[in-house]
């Protein structure tokens, strides 16, 4: 540190500048999500009369960072998928922004929005459905290059293609057949080709391994990891199994029916969790060790009748910590510890 004084002396405090300046680049967000809400009427009737709102997102805020994976976990029904469609705007939001590099992807004419998702690709949940049967895989991983013109003809096309299927760990003389003549992992493998096929920025994976062999699942998770190295790929990658998402992810948010209850880097989520669901979910990944075989056990509340909208917290009635006032305040998501933010008025 002496060195460094003299050397930037009569500049003592440059070497900070440079350290905060360096520390903003790497941090800076691809994605800024504000508010961000989607709603679903419930109706009923021959006219259609809405008694009721289902809100599939509600009201979340948060980033994503150049070069990190933003793991998204939470159970089946927390609004997960919605949340990635949204991001690529696959569906509209009801409220909220979501910005990505700065610009307001509500705002973008039709060139725009398919530049934008020639940046942001996606990695489909079932490797089987999200493949057309009709198409080769040639076609199907050309497609995009084909869309977004960045092959100047077949021949430099498929030179592409069968480059990209050596990527992924793919025979290229396997390019001329069709889906159903591949394994399941090896669709999901075809299915990343074809994300990466365009040089996107950010690859949002909706549970790219939950219908895989688990020693499939360990074979895709270190491919995605390799690729992102590769790359300078952004990931937000979603599951509702926390051992994947601790395998692969930087930073995790916790979502529970709509909204986000607690985020935070991986290792302060796994070792030091504030909000009860984040509890009740790590307490429920199974102990491998033969002397504790099976389930941690945690104290819960049966009833889970809760309906989408209310106000209060929505873990209220499976929370042995609520109390009455939980079930008449919608907690915010406030930082309790630096970089840990959590929904909880009893962490408050």
Same mark, same amino acid.
């Given at each position: ?13 440059? !070497? ?44 979340? /805020? ?18 997960? +998928? ?11 939001? /009801?409220?909220?922004? $979501? ?22 690709? $996606? ?24 869309i977004h013109k960045l092959a100047k003809n077949k021949n430099e096309r498929l030179e592409r293609v069968s480059g990209l299927l050596k990527t992924v760990g793919l025979n290229p003389d396997h ?14 493998? $075809? ?5 990466? /096929?365009?040089? !996107? ?9 939950? /219908? ?89 509340? +049966? ?7 209310? $106000? ?37």
């Amino acid at each position: 540190m002496a060195k460094w004084k003299k050397f930037f002396y009569p500049f003592p405090f440059f !070497p900070f500048f440079i350290s905060y300046t360096l520390a903003f680049i790497i941090m800076t967000s691809i994605f800024e999500i504000t508010y961000l809400k989607k709603h679903y009427p419930i109706t009923k009737g021959l006219f259609n009369k809405q008694i009721g709102i289902v809100k599939a997102v509600d009201d979340i /805020s948060f980033n994503v960072f150049k070069g990190e994976t933003f793991g998204i976990v939470g159970e089946s029904g927390s609004g997960k +998928t919605t949340l990635a469609r949204l991001l690529l705007k696959l569906v509209s939001p /009801s409220g909220g922004k $979501i910005f990505f590099e700065g610009q307001d992807i509500s705002t973008l004419d039709n060139q725009k929005l398919l530049n934008f998702r020639r940046k942001a690709q $996606i990695v489909f949940q079932d490797p089987h459905s999200s493949l057309n049967p009709r198409l080769s895989v040639a076609n199907t991983v050309g497609e995009g290059l084909i869309i977004h013109k960045l092959a100047k003809n077949k021949n430099e096309r498929l030179e592409r293609v069968s480059g990209l299927l050596k990527t992924v760990g793919l025979n290229p003389d396997h390019m001329n057949r069709y889906p159903h003549a591949f394994s399941g992992g090896q669709r999901q493998r $075809i299915g990343i080709a074809r994300a990466l /096929s365009v040089n !996107p920025e950010v690859i949002i994976a909706d549970e790219p391994v939950s /219908s895989l062999d688990v020693s499939v699942q360990a074979q895709v998770l270190n491919l995605l990891s390799d690729l992102q190295e590769q790359f300078q790929l952004t990931y937000i990658f979603i599951a509702h199994d926390l051992r994947v998402v601790e395998h692969i992810s930087s930073r995790i948010a916790v979502m529970y029916m709509g909204k986000i209850v607690e985020i935070a880097g991986k290792e302060e989520i796994y070792k030091n969790p504030f909000h009860p669901y984040t509890q009740l979910l790590l307490n429920s990944i199974p102990n491998l060790d033969p002397a504790e075989r099976g389930f941690k056990k945690l104290p819960v509340k +049966t009833d889970t009748n809760t309906a989408f909208g209310k $106000i209060g917290c929505n873990f209220y009635p499976r929370c042995l910590k609520a109390d009455r006032e939980c079930s008449l305040q919608t907690p915010a998501l406030i930082e309790k510890l630096p970089g840990h933010f959590v929904s909880c008025l009893k962490q408050s």
